[in-house]
């Protein structure tokens, strides 16, 4: 591995576990027998966003929005287009992902993991719990079956499954027992950066607040940094210290997470906030929801993406595409109006 040397593409703080730079993920539409390229779909179009070690940052957005693309850059499962992915190693080296070989990435994927949406889609049916959490033991060399088993048996400890079940298949378990194994297999190889893609979207609502609170106590047990990818911004309340919002491939909003539910700056998170459910029907029914859709990325409105959605949209937005710019300290947004509008925060009208 290469230490990068480049000055232009150093960390700007030691504290920093990842930073991401101007990312870009264009996937092409072709056309015909012959493939013309006829234009891209921009599924994420300059991208910046950082995360300090120990630190959980929620990465939110309609689905459609990017943020998934996104995180599979970061990891390299998608082949970035431009853009710098600068992470610093378990070793302290910085390295540039986004411009590393296959080769030179595998000793490192051991220290990025995921965890993933759908805990019934992740888990081979044909493979025994022992099996699947202990895969990337073997990958990276531990051919010792008696230390994987004892280090499977320890892992299923940590997140609540009793170790007698390794021998098991999945269709045994429940959703959040799935969910559970995925988790313990992400951990096997004692990561440092963990990327949690929709962890409990596909969960039942009693079952999402134990994987939660179980992904926070692994947080600071095992000393590890999550990258929590989510649609839904009452999730992220709870587990994140800062928040980035993703439209159409651009990062919209980004402040702590404090900032963000109390005094958001941009429309579009307001309109997020908004269609969060409340507990109470008499007042849900007189809630809106966000209307539309997400614009297509291949062919993004004019201006503010947001502007057909806005309803404080001026002139301006329908041409002119605003830039994201630090409004307060550590509270960034891309909004023309950002100075003047007063904005709700998380269900202030209740
Ligand atoms: Fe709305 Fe205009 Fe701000 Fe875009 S720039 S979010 S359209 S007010």
């Known amino acids: ?89 378990k070793t302290g080296v910085t390295v540039n992902l986004s411009q590393m070989s296959n080769k030179e990435l595998r000793p490192l994927r051991a220290e990025m993991q995921m965890i993933f949406q759908d805990p019934y889609g992740s888990l081979n049916p044909r493979m025994n719990i022992f099996e699947i959490v202990s895969e990337p033991m073997l990958v990276n060399g531990i051919k010792n079956r008696r230390e994987r088993e004892d280090r499977v048996a320890e892992l299923l400890t940590k997140v609540g499954l009793r170790p007698e079940y390794m021998v098991r298949y999945p269709h045994s378990f429940s959703g959040g027992q799935r969910q559970r194994i995925g988790i313990a297999r992400a951990l096997a190889l004692q990561p440092n950066l963990v990327v949690a893609d929709e962890p409990v979207s596909a969960l039942d609502v009693s079952v999402q607040a134990q994987v939660l609170n179980l992904l926070m106590e692994l947080l600071e047990e095992m000393n590890l940094t999550y990258l929590f990818v989510a649609h839904d911004l009452s999730v992220v ?22 900032a963000l539910y109390n005094t958001p700056r941009h429309p579009y998170t307001e309109a997020l906030m908004a269609s969060i459910p409340i507990p109470d029907p008499r007042l849900q029914q007189n809630r809106e929801g966000l209307p539309g859709e997400v614009p297509n990325p291949s062919n993004p409105p004019s201006g503010c993406y947001f502007h057909p959605r806005c309803s404080y949209c001026i002139d301006k937005c329908k041409t002119e595409m605003p830039e994201l710019k630090e409004i307060e300290p550590q509270h960034w947004t891309a909004c023309h109006r950002a100075e003047e509008l007063k904005l709700e925060g998380f269900h202030k009208n209740e």
Do not use: W
């Open 1 to 89: 591995m290469n230490e990068n040397n480049n000055p232009s593409i150093q960390m700007t703080n030691t504290e920093r576990i990842l930073e991401v730079k101007h990312l870009k993920k264009f996937f092409p539409i072709t056309k015909g027998f012959r493939k013309k390229h006829v234009g891209d779909v921009r599924a994420v179009d300059d991208l910046n966003l950082y995360i300090n070690k120990g630190e959980t940052l929620g990465l939110v957005g309609e689905s459609g929005c990017g943020k998934t693309t996104a995180s599979r850059c970061i990891l390299r499962a998608y082949e970035p287009t431009a853009g710098d992915i600068l992470y610093r190693t």
């Open 237 to 258: 309340r709870h587990i994140c210290d800062r928040v980035t919002v993703m439209y159409v491939g651009k990062v919209v909003e980004t402040a702590s997470t404090e």
